[in-house]
């Protein structure tokens, strides 16, 4: 891999230890997927932010690059954290929130941006055309396929290289010839709810592995909607942009279509709760846009939360702020609008929840997994029916 004089010169250590490990980590990572040289990239976005997923050894790492003198070169984010300070911090042990604020102080240190959003993009759209290094596979999908900015899934460390050099190494996504379609797929059914989207991620991820399709079928999605299918595909598979709004077609071109059948066995395949009463009615993976939260606002207006069931709606602070009276009136309902956390990476068994009913596909494949908890999967009307009294 070609580097410049003063890349070698990082290379080399000449700008301290902080800088030639990120060096050392990028270089690697070019050779492995035979990258040419580094390019400059406009932003990088981090995840493994959470202590739960991240654990000790890793924010050692992260206390020893501060130390060193790591300061990101461009504008670097962060995925969310594991709780909401104002309201779920509160009910954790001391333990939990110093060391997970820990980790937040090393990446402030280093300059990132306290975003703690798997939206980014909803705090500054990436330009079309521009090179990331973003590490939120929900994230990628939606900037390479929505937004037209170029970037590979990148990992944890990755990212964080990215973000102290300002470079990425030039292969996979951010060459046009890999971002070309390469399947056909005919959704022979129309979508109804947001939640459909996500089924159709989840089962077409399964399928495509690490393909870019042209999905056909999807008339008059909504970026919210095509953010869940989005998030879904790169779920399941290592999809990391699809097209949904271009007729192209090519006589070489693989096909497959999907059937109403399909898509209904996935949407009962993300319900595993017996029982139909959740402890926790959650919205917000990915984090919510202003739309859905005044959306959300709309259709709880004036009524009440069951008593004994959580609501959660997760976003950023950023959308939070900006969201008006959404938010109190949300509030005024009994749900909470929580900021900064992801309810997967979070600490819900801590907390005694053992059902959770969610319209997004991505939480209800992992929830068993990562939270051990049963999952309804259901769109945002339907969650909204089972959080509020009749
Ligand atoms: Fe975001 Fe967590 Fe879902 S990072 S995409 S809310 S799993």
């Known amino acids: 891999m070609y580097l410049t004089k003063e890349e070698e010169r990082i290379y080399d250590g000449e700008h301290g230890w902080a ?21 400059p990239i406009e932003s990088a976005h981090v995840s493994g932010v959470s202590y739960k997923t991240l654990g000790d050894a890793p924010g050692k790492f992260l206390e020893t690059l ?24 509160r009910k954790l042990p001391e333990h939990i929130r110093e060391k997970q604020l820990n980790i937040l102080r090393q990446f402030e240190k280093m300059g990132f941006t306290q975003s703690l959003t798997c939206t980014p993009y909803y705090l500054e759209k990436p330009k079309t055309g521009s090179h990331l290094a973003w590490a939120e596979s929900s994230a990628v999908v939606y900037t ?15 990212a964080l290289a990215a973000a102290i ?47 870019i399709p042209i999905i056909w079928g999807l008339k008059n999605a909504s970026e919210d909607e095509l953010k869940q299918l989005g998030a879904a595909l790169a779920t399941t598979g290592m999809v990391n942009m699809f097209y949904h709004n271009i007729q192209l077609e090519r006589r070489t071109m693989e096909k497959i279509s999907v059937e109403a059948n399909d898509l209904k066995r996935t949407v009962e395949s993300l319900s595993t709760a017996a029982k139909s009463k959740p ?21 709880v207006d004036g009524k009440k939360v069951d008593a ?14 900006r969201s008006g009276n959404s938010v109190e009136r949300i509030e005024k309902s009994g749900g909470y609008v929580l900021t900064g956390m992801c309810t997967i990476v979070s600490w819900t068994e801590t907390l005694g929840i053992k059902t959770i009913i969610t319209n997004s596909a991505k939480t209800a494949y992992y929830a068993p997994t990562l939270n051990k908890a049963e999952t309804v999967f259901a769109p945002l009307k339907q969650c909204l029916k089972t959080a509020l009294e009749e």
């Open 19 to 39: 800088n030639q490990i990120c060096m050392k980590i990028l270089v690697r990572l070019g050779e492995l997927f035979h990258a040419t040289r580094l390019i």
């Open 66 to 89: 501060a130390n060193a003198d790591g300061k990101v070169r461009v504008k670097a984010t962060l995925n969310p954290q594991s709780f909401d300070p104002e309201y779920l911090g």
């Open 144 to 158: 390479n396929s929505i937004l037209g900015a170029w970037t590979n899934r990148e990992g944890g460390p990755s």
């Open 165 to 211: 050099i300002g470079k990425t190494p030039n292969y996979g996504m951010h060459k046009a010839e890999n971002r070309q379609p390469n399947i056909l797929v005919n959704v022979k059914t129309s979508l109804k709810n947001e939640a459909e989207f996500g089924a159709l991620g989840i089962y077409l991820g399964k399928i495509l592995k690490d393909k």
């Open 279 to 299: 402890d926790l009615v959650f919205i917000g993976c990915p984090h919510c846009s202003l739309t859905e939260i005044r959306r959300i606002a709309k259709l």
């Open 308 to 321: 004994g069931t959580e609501f959660w709606i997760c976003t950023s602070r950023y959308v939070k702020e």
